[in-house]
C-alpha cells in the first residue's frame, strides 16, 4: 500500500478560483511537505509542518497556504489561484528526528490554471 | 546559504556506456548528508543512494557516488547504461537541519 496518497491526482482550475490538495501519510511521520515541481527548477519547498495543527514557510510559500490538522493530514490551499501555479505538485513525509533522513514523497497532483 | 548545482540539464548516451551526473553544493557545514533520487517517468521521487561519509563509496542498484568534501562534490557513476536508467535524477543536500535543498535535476535519456 501506498504510504503517501495525494488528491485529486490531476485538477484544473480557473483563475482566481480556490484550490485545495490534499495529502495523507500512513507513515506516522512527523515532517510532512509540499513540493512544486517545475522544469528547470527541481523541487522547490512551499510549506512544511512537524506537528499537528502547525505549519512552516519553505522557501516559495508566496499565493499559498497550509493545514496539518492530524499527523497524518497535509493540505495546500491556494486561495486564488494563478496561471503561475501550474505545476506538478507533491506532498512528502520523513522523520528526521528519529535518523531518518529518506523522504518519502507521493505520487504527485498535477495542476493546470486556467 | 545552502545550494546544490547539477550542471547537466539534460544527459543524452547509448546503452551501455558509462553514466557520469554532476553535483557540486555549497554549504558552511562540515558534515553534510548528500543525496541522490531518480524520478521515472509519470512516478515521483525516490531515494536512489545517500552518503555523509567523506571519500567512502556508496553504491545501489548499480549506480555509486563518493562525497568528496575537499571538491564539495557528489558525483553520480554507473558502468553501463540502461534503457531503463533513462529518469530525471536529483543530487540533494541536508546541512545541519531537517531540510533537503534539491538541485534544479538532470534529465537522462538512454539510447538503443
Known amino acids: 500500500e501506498a504510504a503517501v496518497t495525494q488528491s485529486p491526482r490531476s485538477k484544473v482550475a480557473v483563475t482566481g478560483g480556490k484550490v485545495t490538495l490534499s495529502c495523507h501519510q500512513t507513515n506516522n511521520h512527523d515532517y510532512m511537505y509540499w513540493y512544486r515541481q517545475d522544469t528547470g527548477h527541481g523541487l522547490r519547498l512551499i510549506h512544511y509542518?512537524?506537528?499537528?495543527?502547525?505549519?512552516e514557510k519553505g522557501d516559495i510559500p508566496d499565493g499559498y497556504k497550509a493545514s496539518r490538522p492530524s499527523q497524518e493530514n497535509f493540505s495546500l490551499i491556494l486561495e486564488l489561484a494563478s496561471l503561475s501555479q501550474t505545476a506538478v505538485y507533491f506532498c512528502a513525509s520523513s522523520d528526521p528526528g528519529t535518523g531518518g533522513d529518506e523522504q518519502y514523497f507521493g505520487p504527485g497532483t498535477r495542476l493546470t490554471v486556467l | 546559504g545552502d545550494s546544490v548545482t547539477q550542471t547537466e540539464g539534460l544527459v543524452t548516451l547509448t546503452e551501455g556506456l558509462p553514466v557520469m551526473l554532476n553535483c557540486t553544493y555549497q554549504?558552511?557545514?562540515?558534515?553534510?548528508?548528500l543525496f541522490w533520487y531518480v524520478q521515472h517517468l509519470n512516478e515521483s521521487p525516490r531515494l536512489l543512494l545517500k552518503s555523509f561519509t567523506d571519500n567512502k563509496r556508496t553504491e545501489h542498484q548499480g549506480f555509486h557516488a563518493t562525497l568528496h568534501k575537499s571538491s564539495s562534490s557528489f558525483h553520480l557513476q554507473k558502468s553501463s547504461a540502461q534503457l531503463s536508467d533513462s529518469a530525471l535524477y536529483y543530487c540533494a543536500l541536508r546541512a545541519g537541519s531537517w531540510q533537503l535543498i534539491f538541485g534544479s535535476g538532470t534529465q537522462l535519456t538512454v539510447m538503443p
Open positions: 554549504t558552511i557545514y562540515s558534515n553534510p548528508f
Open positions: 509542518s512537524y506537528v499537528a495543527d502547525s505549519t
